[in-house]
Structure formats: structure tokens, C-alpha cells
């Protein structure tokens, strides 16, 4: 059996546009988690966010949708996709959380 030797010439970007690319990631604001040093509070926050989420993906929704269908604007859904527990309320997360299941029942260990 023969080998092949394919070469592939990768181009790395100039530094000019790396230097742009690292500008622009700067302001990204990326999916927040939780660890072992977060508190109990903050867990349960993020999994209210984690359960919305779920129920957009699982619906097909985009955020303009989800928000529609809550009633609340988009900005505070884009917070919830990305799990912003700092900006978004226990009690709001959880009356979002009745409105996609009105028999949900919550649980605090």
C-alpha cells in the first residue's frame, strides 16, 4: 500500500487580524457555569436558566420567540440563554419557569 504525501500549507492570520479578532472576543459575553465554589442560591438559579433553555431548544424557539411567548424582552432572555444568575432574579426565574410548566414543583435541599 502506498503512502500518501498530501501537504497542506495552514496560513496563519497577521497579527493585525489577530489583534482584531482578540478586540472583538473581548466583548463577548459567553455561557456563565456554575462550580464547586458556587453557592447553593447560584446553583439553583442556574439550573431555572438551564430548565428555560431546554424548553427553547426543545420547542424550537429562537430568543426573539422565547420572549415573545414569556412576555419579557429580549435582553432579559438573552441574560437566561447565557446564564447571567447575577441579573435575573430567583423569583423571576421562577415565575418564567411556571409559564413553560405549570405543574413544575420546586425543590430546595
Request: charged fraction near 30%; include cysteine; hydrophobic fraction near 35%.
Amino acid at each position: 500500500m502506498k503512502k500518501s504525501n498530501t501537504h497542506v500549507d495552514i496560513k496563519f492570520p497577521s497579527p493585525e487580524k489577530l489583534r482584531q479578532m482578540d478586540e472583538k472576543l473581548k466583548k463577548v459575553k459567553g455561557t456563565l457555569m456554575v462550580g464547586t465554589s458556587s453557592t447553593p442560591s447560584e446553583k439553583f438559579r442556574w439550573k431555572l436558566c438551564q430548565n428555560l433553555l431546554k424548553y427553547m431548544v426543545k420547542n424550537n424557539m429562537n430568543q426573539s420567540q422565547f420572549a415573545d411567548f414569556l412576555g419579557i424582552d429580549q435582553s432579559r432572555i438573552s441574560e437566561i440563554v447565557h446564564h447571567r444568575i447575577d441579573k435575573v432574579s430567583t423569583d423571576k426565574l421562577i415565575s418564567y419557569n411556571e409559564k413553560i410548566d405549570p405543574s413544575i414543583n420546586f425543590k430546595i435541599a
